[in-house]
């Protein structure tokens, strides 16, 4: 079993930057990649970006070049740098664990992020 902490959501203006935490925990060799999701108001839930343990990444067209994904493996966390942010991009902002040998993800509790503006 493993355990996904999201942190870091705020409110910010438009044109400013956060930085998002995930820290998992447990059984973390069953993780084969790791994102984050986000899900406005209304909308349906939908990838930002994620990041395999190869150390590639692959981003949504709407934040590339304005967001970047990296992990610490020390630290068992993943981050999520938002620069550049956008009204559009207000949503909570999820932290996803691909696992190995099932479809069934690990998923965290959501951190809320707006922007204002």
């Known amino acids: 079993q493993v355990q996904l902490v999201e942190s870091g959501g705020g409110l910010v203006q438009a044109g400013g930057s956060l930085r998002l935490s995930c820290a998992a925990s447990g059984s973390i060799f069953t993780i084969k990649a790791m994102g984050w999701y986000r899900q406005a108001s209304g909308k349906q839930r939908e990838l930002v970006a994620v990041?395999?343990?190869?150390?590639?990444?692959n981003y949504a067209d709407s934040v590339k070049g304005r967001f970047t994904i990296s992990r610490d493996n020390a630290k068992n966390t993943v981050y999520l740098q938002m620069n550049s942010l956008k009204p559009e991009d207000t949503a909570v902002y999820y932290c996803n664990g691909a696992r190995y040998g099932t479809l069934n993800d690990y998923w965290g509790r959501g951190t809320q992020v707006t922007v204002s503006s």
């Open positions: 990041i395999t343990n190869g150390g590639s990444t």
